[in-house]
């Protein structure tokens, strides 16, 4: 997409130069209209390349939502396993007037295991009788997902919790573990995404 944008934006330019040149000849008229009509164009063209992941998150928490309603369920408790899909959570429970969020901190050790949370975090939580929705923004591997799911059965957790991902990747996708989440895109490229999201984008998030 990027690319798209960048080769759109260059033969505008380039059409706007001839045809610069040639309105010069005819009027001073012709000759602003152009200007303006090639400018504008162009910064269409670099703006919405720079505002599609916000768009993107946008009607994704539309359709999460919806689909959130289809399925017949009232949620009570967000769930996230990583800072970037915190963000996301707070901005489903906002959308939803869900009341409360629990973001588990998420840490991969020198050996490469992912830690999730600890049960000592959801002890005073009583995870029983909740409706709980788990947000992720971004599946690859599934390692993180896998841990914090099994935390939250461990800390008590008894509802099966309906799993919402923003983005997944193709991979992933074909997991059999994973053929009940629920996912908005599919994309490969997770790292382009991201440099549009600065304050989600880290290495931390996509592992």
Not at 63 to 79: C, F, G, N, T, W
Not at 116 to 121: A, E, K
Not at 143 to 164: D, N, T
Request: net charge positive.
């Amino acid at each position: 997409m990027k690319r798209i944008s960048r080769v759109s934006s260059f033969l505008a330019l380039i059409a706007g130069l001839v045809t610069l040149v040639l309105s010069i000849e005819k009027s001073i008229v012709i000759f602003s209209l152009a200007f303006l009509s090639v400018l504008i164009f162009t910064l269409w063209l670099i703006f919405s390349e720079s505002i599609l992941p916000f768009r993107r998150l946008k009607k994704g928490l539309k359709l999460m939502q919806q689909r959130i309603s289809e399925a017949h369920r009232k949620p009570d408790l967000i769930v996230a396993f990583d800072r970037g899909s915190g963000i996301l959570a707070c901005m489903l429970a906002q959308k939803m007037r869900i009341g409360e969020v629990i973001v588990l901190d998420r840490r991969v050790k020198e050996d490469g295991e992912v830690i999730v949370g600890d049960i000592s975090t959801l002890n005073n939580d009583k995870l029983d009788n909740r409706d709980v929705v788990v947000a992720k923004f971004h599946l690859a591997s599934g390692r993180s997902l896998h841990k914090g799911l099994a935390l939250l059965k461990q800390a008590g957790l008894k509802k099966e919790p309906l799993v919402f991902c923003l983005y997944i990747t193709p991979s992933a996708r074909k997991m059999n573990e994973w053929k009940r989440v629920e996912w908005i895109y599919l994309h490969s490229d997770i790292y382009q995404t991201l440099g549009g999201l600065p304050w989600i984008s880290t290495s931390y998030d996509i592992r």
